[in-house]
Every structure is written in structure tokens, then in C-alpha cells.
């Protein structure tokens, strides 16, 4: 069904279109602004994603891609935005909607998730992404890489690098994973 | 569970958490403007509406390339003591600096070179055209320059449609789309042709559309474009 919304959608048929949008158009925006941390520009770049994938849908040839399409267009506008923020050079936090971390004691929750707020405000926005699409839409390297448009060897390490700064986050400042992520610095 | 894995749990809940949903307004926003959006036209629906195999146009098309080559390779000849062959330097893409003063658009705007749309036309009659789509904050413009203006600017015969930022706006004066009633717009534009690039100035005075569609606040409009060619 989806895909028959597509053909017509990349025909010219804004309808067709608007049901596709409408149904993804929650799922780009969290993923946006999960990478971003910030409102305002996470809606910058689903608003910028969207109007791209209506102006190219006719190149689009498969169109059961259409998610995937759709995810690297706002990956790539985050990028975008990403960049336009360093230059702000504002991080903004976003207003938590869960109270505790699990595994952890709830007494340390707020403090380990203002840890992990500064802790992946330090990541570049690549770095982001990649911990975001494994994350939130649970993807794989092999999906992520052809996503962002790196091989896969890289997806993995900017998983495994962003991974081990959060992780260390978590961790006491004088443990030697800590450390070892401090030494390493990339 | 491992020291590593509940860490893990505990990174990937964070990711999880926060906001779900866009904002409603937001969405409107962002879906209502593109029914009046124009789209790339892909050349293989182009071929497919006109009802011919893709693979076999693609193909001839490729032969019929093949055998002009040739054919300009042996009219060339082997070039002995004659001039050193010469190659055709790719075009650069059309540039522009965008000033709209006023409105929710209110702003400068360039074209941003990782643009996915951005094309300038210029056709037999002399007419121009530019069709731009890319950059942060987003600019979808549509352009239209008349044929027989020159270097001037005492010409109206320019039509836009644009998108930037928050804003939106269209004139056409001159009626070269219609749908700007007299009055409502006033336009100037120039050509101005060089030996590898073309300028058009233009300078507009026109409601901005708001996020409504309905004319809003007045706003000043000044776009320079550099078309190669």
C-alpha cells in the first residue's frame, strides 16, 4: 500500500505524499532531535528532510526504500544543523520524560543523565547519528553504514568510540576505562 | 548482568527517552507548503509516462553517444603538428546572494553548493529560468526571467515563488504565470551577459505569503544570481 503511495507521491501527487509523511513524520523528528538535543533544530531538519524527499522522490527507484531514503535525509540534515549549532556553539538539554535510568539507583539518575547529556554533547554530530539509529530505531551496522554513507568498518568504531564515552560517563572518574577514553581523545 | 551490559542498558534507555512526537503545528507547517513545491522530474518517468522502455531508450541513447564520439574522433584525426586538444571545463552550479527585509523570511540567504536542486536555464526565446532547493535554513526558489529584458533593470518581466525560512512569497508582475493580480507586486530586473556567466538583479516589492497562504506583511526583495554560461 505504502509503496503504491509512493509511485503516486513521485508523480506529483502531494496527497499521496502528505499520508506518507504524516505517518514517519513522528519517528524523523525523534530521531532528529535525539542526535541534535535541541528542539528548534531538530525541527529544522525533518522540515529540510521533507522537502528535499518531495522534491526528489522521482529519482527515488525503489520505493520500498522510502524509509530508509528518508532516514538518511535527515541524518544528513542534522549533519547540516549540527554544524550550523557548533558555530552557536549552544547545547541545550532536553527536558527528560523518564525519571530513572534502569540499573541504576534512582537516587544517581538525574546525575548520570545530565553525564550522558554532556558526555554526548561531546560526540560530533556522526558520532550522534550512529549511536542514535543503533539505539532508538535499533539498526544494524550494515543499515546504519549504508545510511550515513560510510563502510561499515567505520560505522562500527564511531559506535564503539561514542559507546565507550557514554559508558565512561557512567562510570567514576577514576576508573581506567575513563582513562583509557581520555588518553585516546577522538 | 555484566558491569559493561548495565551500563549499556542504561546508555541505550537514555537514547530512547524523550520526545516522540512533533508538534502539530509543526506539522502543518512543514507538509502544508508542498502542494504548491515543485518537484526534480526525473527522466525515467519522463520515459515511463511517455510509455517507452527505460533500459532500451537508456541503451539506444548510449549507442547513438558511442557513434557521435566516434565520428568526432576521425573528422579530429590524429592531430599530428595541429593544435593540442582542448577540453570543455565543467560549468559551476548557479550561485545567488538572496536579501528579503521584513516578514517571517527576513533575512540572507546563498545557495548552498551540496544543494540536491539547482539548475539555471536559459531558453531559445532568451528567457531565463532557476530552480534552487537546499540549505539552512531550507530556500526553495522558483524563478522566471522574460525574454527581451536587458541590462537596465527598467523591466518587470520576472516571476518567483520562494521559500525562506519561515517565509513565503511569489510575484509576477508581468504575468508570466499569472496569478499576481496588478497592484498587489512590483518587480525590476536586469540581465546582464558576460563571456561565461550571466547575472540577473532582481528587485521585488511584494506581500509575503505567511504561513497561512494569505498576504501578510510587505517585504523588500533583492536576489542576484550568477549563472554559468
Redesign the interface.
Known sequence: MDEELVRRAARGDADAFDALARDRIDRLFAIAIRILRDHHDAEDAVQQALWTAWSDLPGLRDPARLDAWLYRLVVRASYKAGRSRRRRASVVQLAPEMDELPGLADTDAITDRDALERAFASLSTEHRAVVVLHHYLGLGLDEIAAIVGVPAGTARSRLHYALQKLRVALEPSDSPTAAAVAESGR | ?TE?R?????????????????SAD??E???R???R??????W??ALERAGLPVVAVAGATAVVAVLVAGVGFMAIGPGVGGPAPTTTPTPSRPTFELRVIGGPGDGVYTADPTS??NSCRRADNGSWSLLY??G???V?MDLVVGSGVDETGSSNRVGLEL?AGAGYLRFDPAGLRGGDPPGRSSAAVAVRDGPDLTTIEVSAVTPDGGSSGSDEATVEVHLTVTCPG
Open positions: 548482568m559493561q548495565r551500563l549499556d542498558d542504561a546508555v541505550g534507555a537514555w537514547v530512547r527517552s524523550g520526545p516522540e512526537l512533533a509543526f506539522v507547517r512543514t507538509l507548503p508542498i502542494p513545491m515543485r518537484q526534480r522530474r526525473s525515467r518517468i540536491s536542486l532547493a537546499g539552512t535554513p531550507f526553495n521559500y
